[in-house]
């Protein structure tokens, strides 16, 4: 959660239903109701997300570089796990763009910044049913490790695949075990965010699940502070294990490192995948 945009991903959403898409205010909400306590740590951070992340031009020129190179003709993109809807605003004016993400105070925020009509769906990545189909969908900024479970990470896939046209591609960052655990040994960070402290804390909790312990000082009015505090639960898994279980469903997959370069390891950098469906 630094203004580099290298921090982790921040909200251990639960489970939700799918089905097909009813209209509730200004996002569709496919299928069951949602539990509001499992949707409470994005919510809770939603008004400063976009303060304390910083900017994301160059996180979404490299996102439109890898589209135009995977899948040059790709008009229509959704982000799943899309949060403020920072990157897919960027996005607007080259394609038909369309997020999904399970909490309503981020979507709240998104809607504020995306041309009028855009379609938000309100539903869990490791669940969905939209009852369309994509050129691309991509799921940034560490998304997919607020799964907790690798059978979610499967699910997840799952979706995707059913969601994405022939020849469309699948995109996404993954936090990696190693990445984690080097955070884990950092004591504290702590974050000056216009007059707002952000103050976080990884913490191993076994080899594949990792709490971050967040803490928010919000300047009130009154002079004094008040304090948001949040643990955030994520994973991470092999890179192998990954690879192997995307090579069940997608024809070609490409690993590639934070500078554009092809990875093929662990390591303890930011790791994108770029997966076609033949
Ligand atoms: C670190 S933010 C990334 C937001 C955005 N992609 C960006 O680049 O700023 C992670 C987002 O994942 C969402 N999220 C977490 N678990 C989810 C789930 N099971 N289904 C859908 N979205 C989820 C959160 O609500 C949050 O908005």
Redesign the pocket.
Known sequence: MTNQ?N?????????AGAGRGTRAGDCVIPGSPYSLES?A??DLLAAH?DAV?GD?ST?ATFIDEIIKHACRRAVTVL?????????IARLAATYQVSG????PG?LAVAREKLPEGTPLYL????SFELGTTFDVIF?????IN??LDFS?WENFFDCVYRHLNGGGVLIFDIITVRNLEMMASVRQTVQQFGDNYLLIKVRASDEAHFDWDIEVYELQPSGRYTLLREVIRTASFPHEKIRRTLGERFSDIITIDTDGSVANDDNENRTWLVCTKS
């Open positions: 945009r921090h982790p991903p921040r909200t251990t959403a639960g489970p949707m740590a994005y997300y992340t994301s996180e982000e799943v796990a899309c949060g403020t809807a920072d990157i999904l993400d399970i909490s981020m539903a869990d990545m490791s799921c940034v900024y560490h998304g607020h799964l979610d």
